[in-house]
């Protein structure tokens, strides 16, 4: 007798299949058009995200081939191994670009930062620190910061020093900065609406000297130079060519440098015949006229 089989409990399984499959093919198409969307918001052709998650994978793969060489005790031939796989993925010094370098000449950065033009650098070699240290000894550079933009650049911004006076020495000027680090020789015509300072130790007190003018700010515009006396106190040069002595230390020179321009507002000292201002012996101020005797004129005004 022939036995007839039910099909009833496949069909159900053949169905409830069918819909899972559905689902998996909805959710697919659903997730497939999401990535998509997201793609296309993003400012990268397809070509660009290849490269730039080949350069994520390869830098981990180097990552994690010199952490591996390092807990294995090898850390020169893993270096070695490391920098030839960088070079031959690309990943090598090619180019050096500069920012911030305005006044200072362009070709000194990249010769500190470029040793030898001719060899490529592998990435894992380029010491950052070294070649930061390197920068900080050059006259203009007050502070640099360097990194590496991979596959091939090495980028550095510059902090420059800038420029505030000129430092007169035995045999040249010197252009320096308020902190009076020399940056570079200057000549007479490009020093000539700058201010000249001189004498021992003069660049080391520069600052001192800011604050001494600044106690007096109708004066500074007169003021052409300054020479520093003894290593102990300031005489001012003045555009008319007159000479003002100031006392030592910070206090008196400032109250002194106040009290000769009240003078000069009442008396117009500046201009006139006196060569020489003495305020070192307060409260008097001593005038020398050439082929005269001294003049002697109070603080106050009164002779």
Excluded: C
Excluded at 242 to 248: F, H, I, W, Y
Aim: glycine share 8%; hydrophobic share 45%; proline share 5%.
């Amino acid at each position: 007798m022939a036995q007839i089989k039910r099909s009833g409990k496949g069909v159900r399984r053949a169905a409830k299949a069918n819909s899972r499959a559905k689902t998996a093919r909805r959710a697919k198409a659903k997730t497939s058009g999401f990535f998509d969307g997201a793609m296309a918001l993003l400012p990268f052709t397809e070509e660009q995200l290849h490269r730039i998650f080949l350069a994520i994978i390869l830098g981990g793969a180097v990552a994690l081939a010199w952490f591996i060489a390092s807990l294995a005790g090898i850390p020169a031939m893993a270096q070695a191994q490391v920098a030839g796989l960088a070079s031959d993925a690309g990943f090598e010094v090619r180019r050096v670009r500069v920012s911030g370098a305005n006044r200072m000449n362009d070709q000194k950065v990249y010769d500190t930062v470029w040793k030898e033009r001719n060899a490529a650098t592998p990435m894992p070699l380029v010491d950052l620190h070294e070649i930061r240290t390197r920068l900080l000894a050059l006259s203009w550079v007050k502070d640099a910061r360097v990194s590496t933009q991979l596959p091939q650049t090495i980028a550095i911004d510059i902090v420059e020093r800038v420029p505030h006076a000129v430092l007169k020495r035995p045999d040249r000027l010197m252009l320096i900065d308020a902190e009076g680090v020399e940056l570079e020789p200057i000549s007479e015509q490009a020093a000539a609406n700058m201010l000249v300072i001189s004498g021992a130790g003069a660049s080391r007190v520069v600052g001192g000297l800011d604050r001494l003018m600044a106690a007096a700010p109708a004066l500074q515009p007169q003021i052409k130079g300054a020479e520093w006396v003894g290593n102990r106190r300031w005489n001012l040069l003045f555009k008319s060519g007159q000479v003002l002595a100031l006392p030592q230390g910070a206090d008196a020179s400032a109250k002194a440098l106040v009290s000769f321009a009240r003078l000069d507002g009442q008396n117009r000292l500046l201009g006139g015949k006196v060569a020489t201002f003495d305020m070192r012996a307060p409260p008097r101020v001593y005038m020398r006229i050439p082929g005269r005797a001294d003049k002697v004129l109070n603080q106050d005004g009164s002779k």
